[in-house]
């Protein structure tokens, strides 16, 4: 498939893509987006990122994008406590297949400590559980997202989230890390684009991209 060229023109903008070429393939659900070490040395100009303080970001929007989408988990409040530039993993729709395109982007590995809490839904009117098992992750997959409930989604020897009870309307604090790509949001203004967690192997869509302003 081929990326539509209104997409191709906002990513080039950003300097996120090096050509028109893309194909199906979906990111892996373990698949970083910092880069590693030695990639990111390949180009330090084409992946160095200007600092930023913690207090130029509002880091409550990229929270959000990781929790579900059903919205049973809500953002009470978030704040930044660290923010480091380094080269982010492109997702593969988002740029050329050719041999040689970069697979970078400039970009900041966010840490952050959330606020959240679980506001029961779906229930009608039956019994609303006492308590919920929490997934929260704990930086070893970057991109795991929360999970509320269900299976046991850590693996032996792999575990990737931090287990723990969590009840109807009680917040809890939690911390992690994400990623997002420094560029402009849709206005050309300054922002950095958040790494796309809930959609990272399909082509990028700027109408559904979460931006965080930064100083003008």
């Avoid at 929260?136 to 269900?150: E, F, H, I, Q, T």
Wanted: hydrophobic letters at 35%; one cysteine or more.
């Amino acid at each position: 498939m081929k990326i539509p060229s209104q997409t191709f023109a906002w990513l080039f903008g950003l300097g996120l893509v090096s050509g028109c070429q893309s194909s199906d393939q979906q990111a892996a659900g373990t698949e970083a987006p910092a880069a590693a070490p030695a990639a990111a040395a390949t180009s330090s100009q084409a992946n160095s990122s200007a600092p930023l303080p913690t207090t130029a970001l509002d880091v409550r929007p990229a929270v959000e994008q990781l929790l579900p989408p059903e919205g049973y988990l809500e953002t009470v409040s978030a704040k930044t406590l660290k923010v480091e530039p380094i080269a982010v993993a492109l997702p593969p729709l988002w740029g050329s297949l050719e041999p040689g395109a970069p697979r970078t982007a400039p970009g900041y590995r966010i840490s952050y400590e959330a606020v959240i809490q679980w506001v029961p839904k779906g229930y009608g009117s039956g019994k609303v559980p006492a308590t919920m098992t929490l997934y929260a992750p704990n930086g070893k997959d970057s991109l795991a997202r929360y999970n509320l409930g269900g299976m046991n989604y850590n693996i032996p020897g792999q575990e990737k989230y931090t287990v723990s009870e969590i009840e109807p309307n009680k917040p809890v604090t939690v911390r992690g890390v994400l990623y997002a790509f420094a560029g402009q949001n849709n206005q050309n203004k300054p922002a950095l684009v958040v790494y796309p967690y809930r959609n990272k192997g399909g082509v990028a869509d700027p109408s559904k991209m979460t931006f965080l302003s930064l100083p003008q």
